[in-house]
């Protein structure tokens, strides 16, 4: 069983950053991948960011590629999100969550087995 509790959301301007974190806890997280979705009021789940437990591969939903930058530290066993030129369509409540390595599909929430309780992020016009 792994714990995922998320940090950091707030209140920003549109053009701002934020920094998220999320802290896991459990059974080591260092083999799992690892990623951030977001949902908004009356929307469904999207993903956002993933990362590979090494650290080495990352993905990214097209409409955060280059404003958006996700990091893991296995030693640590938290994962983060650095959100800079932020937009007001980027508000919503943020999750983390994370997956075991086998079947993982970095962008699909159905591919996850543990999700944090959310954060969130508002980011003002």
């Known amino acids: 069983q792994v714990q995922l509790v998320e940090s950091g959301g707030g209140l920003v301007q549109a053009g701002g950053s934020l920094r998220l974190s999320c802290a896991a806890s459990?059974?080591?997280?260092?083999?799992?991948?690892m990623g951030w979705f977001r949902q908004a009021p009356g929307k469904e789940r999207e993903f956002v960011a993933a990362i590979t437990w090494s650290g080495s591969s990352t993905y990214y939903a097209d409409s955060v590629k280059g404003r958006f930058t996700i990091s893991r530290d296995n030693a640590q066993d938290t994962v983060d999100l650095q959100m800079n030129s932020l937009k007001p369509e980027d508000t919503a409540v943020y999750y983390c969550a994370a997956a075991r390595l086998v079947g993982w599909a970095p962008s699909r929430p159905s591919r996850y087995n543990y999700w944090g309780q959310g954060t969130q992020v508002t980011v003002s016009s």
């Open positions: 459990g059974r080591t997280s260092s083999s799992y991948g």
